[in-house]
């Protein structure tokens, strides 16, 4: 019996107490140690670049509060009978993923995925045109085989292969049509011609462009958005995100979006903070500009399956858009405020506050921007999803 499941293939908040999904960063496909020693701007840099992609796996494991079940080739089942010998039915399962650091399909056999982990192998190589990043969930496939003697181990061999089936295919989730659920995927970084700023505790400058939003961005696109049956099945003929929750936080206006992207200019409000700004899952990013989470990629997430924690508020003072660091930005928040005749916070606030971070979570900060997805590869077959984020000053 064989079972295969090929699928082709994304901000900051305080940690929540219910949090369960860990997601997990492996480096073992990083094979340039672009997150280390080898990164082209030196060992420094590599050092923040593995730090901002950590700080963006931390935000999203703090936000989604799902249980995953635990993926493990089970024990084979061995049956005896009286007089006869012992007959064994086993099973194997294997997953399938674009290397991060060339391209190449993989495929491993029997991995042990804990319960509630979340796995993104990294890594980084030239990518081609202007693509900065690229991220998607992986694949996989179970078989199983065997002989039995008798009714009642056929009936526990089902059990076992019911359980085994569900965790592979969706890690258990109660839904599998409307609930995401995989083993991990992966993320790369454009390691050729890109001038990064690789500090997520500060945003970029003129001419950067911000790893930690590439970071976020692509790891929403592993956790579903843009590349999974979920978010697919949400699209209308009218190019729509027809989900309840984005909606909702859309203000009852069904936002536009493609297979692999909510439109550019679709706006939100940062999630957790104030300011309104393009969403995190937009198609493209503006160079030396930083994008965050907003309300309505969280909402996005909620509509293909997951648990997202509520949106934070901000407890900075004077850090007027919830990026966890008082600089320029919330200054102009402040002062549209006045002028709006809405005032928010106060320019006494502002200025006395001015250069603080949330401690312990100044990987949030920056303004506005935001990149691309990609794809993974599932079993045989390998995809990617590039969109082409704009590199304008």
């Known amino acids: 019996m064989n079972r295969w499941l090929l699928t082709v293939a994304i901000a900051t908040a305080p940690a929540a107490t219910a949090a369960a999904i ?126 039995w003697y008798f009714p009642s181990q056929r009936a526990e061999i089902d059990a076992i292969e019911e359980d085994f089936s569900a965790a592979v295919l969706n890690r258990g989730q109660p839904n599998p049509n409307l609930d995401f659920g995989r083993w991990g995927g992966i993320i790369t970084f454009d390691s050729v011609g890109t001038n990064w700023n690789y500090d997520h505790t500060s945003p970029p400058s003129p001419g950067e462009n911000d790893l930690y939003s590439v970071a976020l961005h692509e790891l929403g696109h592993t956790i579903g958005i843009g590349a999974s049956d979920q978010w697919t099945a949400l699209i209308s003929t009218n190019g729509r995100f027809q989900g309840a929750n984005a909606i909702a936080a859309n203000n009852n206006v069904a936002p536009l979006a493609d297979d692999d992207h909510f439109n550019d200019g679709v706006m939100s409000t940062v999630y957790g903070g104030v300011a309104t700004q393009e969403v995190l899952m937009g198609p493209n990013i503006t160079t030396g500009t930083r994008k965050l989470p907003t309300v309505l990629d969280a909402a996005s997430l909620e509509d293909i399956g997951w648990q997202v924690a509520a949106a934070p508020q901000a407890t900075l003072p004077g850090d007027y858009n919830g990026d966890n660091i008082v600089n320029a930005a919330d200054y102009t928040i402040w002062r549209d405020s006045v002028g709006a005749g809405n005032v928010i916070g106060s320019y006494t606030e502002w200025r006395e506050n001015f250069g603080e971070t949330l401690s312990g979570n100044a990987t949030l900060g920056g303004n506005t921007t935001a990149p691309e997805p990609a794809a993974i590869g599932l079993l045989a077959a390998a995809a990617t999803l590039g969109v082409r984020p704009q590199r304008s000053a």
């Open 22 to 147: 860990n997601v997990s960063i492996d480096y073992t496909y990083d094979t340039s140690n672009f997150f280390g020693a080898g990164n082209p701007s030196g060992a420094a840099a590599g050092a923040q670049a593995k730090a901002a992609l950590e700080a963006a796996a931390d935000f999203y494991s703090d936000i989604l509060e799902d249980s995953f079940a635990e993926v493990r080739k089970p024990d084979d089942y061995i049956s005896s009978a009286p007089g006869g010998a012992d007959v064994t039915y086993s099973w194997d399962w294997q997953i399938a993923f674009s290397d991060p650091a060339t391209g190449n399909g993989v495929i491993l056999n029997n991995p042990v995925i804990a319960a509630d982990e979340f796995r993104i192998y990294a890594g980084a190589r030239n990518l081609s045109g202007n693509t900065l990043g690229l991220g998607g969930p992986g694949g996989s496939g179970w078989s199983g085989g065997g002989a």
